[in-house]
């Protein structure tokens, strides 16, 4: 399943992503320049392995024992990266959490040195620091779980409430999950097994067909309070196919 599409929507004029953005001026000589700049970017991997296409962007909580990768926003500059006593030296690095940080909040910095652009930045020195934390969590505990109301963005007009909700039994590995409303017409409550859960969000491919079948993925914004999921049901609950395909999109209640 690619995961491309599982980003937030962006309203940042100088990302070339984003419906608002506006071009550079060409005329400008200073258009496309930055200052230096230690911001970066936190994501946590769906799969074994790091490919664009399994990595899921988190802000603070996440998955013990599952990769994390932290992205460096600027390029062409040296990085250096301060990870409890660990220090790394490239853009991008990978690494685990284990179970006995659980709960622990872990600080990550990143100093970032370059050349800055003088004539555009006099007071740019070349330097920054940034420091984040993390807080790993096992999986009974993510965000992802709860009750939201929103509606399918087919149908805005008719809202509805859908619940995702971990199923226990092998505290503190939770990858089954209870799933209620997702099929407003019918209120059963499907099981579904074997998902892969980060802290914010899920990919529903386990449940059982004769419970009208969700599969699809949900993820929560940086907030944690609204959720965008797509996914698809059984058109009647005799048969997996044919499928209906919906986009939800609403608020966190519980």
Not at 69 to 91: F, K, P, V
Not at 158 to 172: A, G, Q, R
């Amino acid at each position: 399943m690619s995961c491309n599409k599982c980003k937030e929507r962006c309203d940042d004029p100088t990302n070339p992503e984003c419906p608002n953005y506006v071009a550079p001026d060409n005329n400008d000589p200073c258009a496309g320049v930055e200052t230096t700049n230690s911001d970066f970017i936190m994501y946590q991997s769906l799969l074994p392995g790091t490919t664009q296409d399994t990595l899921i962007q988190f802000y603070h909580d996440c998955m013990w024992g599952k990769a994390i990768t932290l992205h460096a926003i600027q390029d062409s500059a040296e990085y250096h990266w301060i990870i409890g006593t660990n220090h790394y030296y490239s853009r991008d690095v990978t690494f685990q959490i284990g179970f006995e940080f659980v709960n622990q909040e872990i600080p990550l910095t990143l100093i970032i040195n370059r050349s800055p652009n003088l004539a555009c930045y006099p007071e740019d020195i070349g330097a920054d620091t940034t420091i984040k934390s993390v807080m790993p969590k096992n999986s009974c505990e993510a965000s992802i779980w709860g009750k939201y109301y929103g509606a399918w963005m087919s149908n805005p007009s008719d809202s509805f409430v859908l619940e995702i909700i971990s199923e226990t039994t092998e505290y503190p590995h939770c990858s089954n999950s209870f799933l209620i409303g997702f099929n407003p017409s019918d209120p059963d409550t499907c099981f579904a097994s074997e998902n892969i859960v980060l802290d914010n969000f899920i990919k529903l491919d386990g449940t059982a067909t004769y419970c009208y079948g969700p599969m699809g993925w949900a993820l929560l914004d940086s907030t944690m309070t609204q959720i965008n999921i797509e996914y698809s049901i059984n058109e009647n609950s005799s048969s997996f196919l044919p499928r209906i395909y919906n986009t939800f999109r609403g608020h966190r209640l519980s």
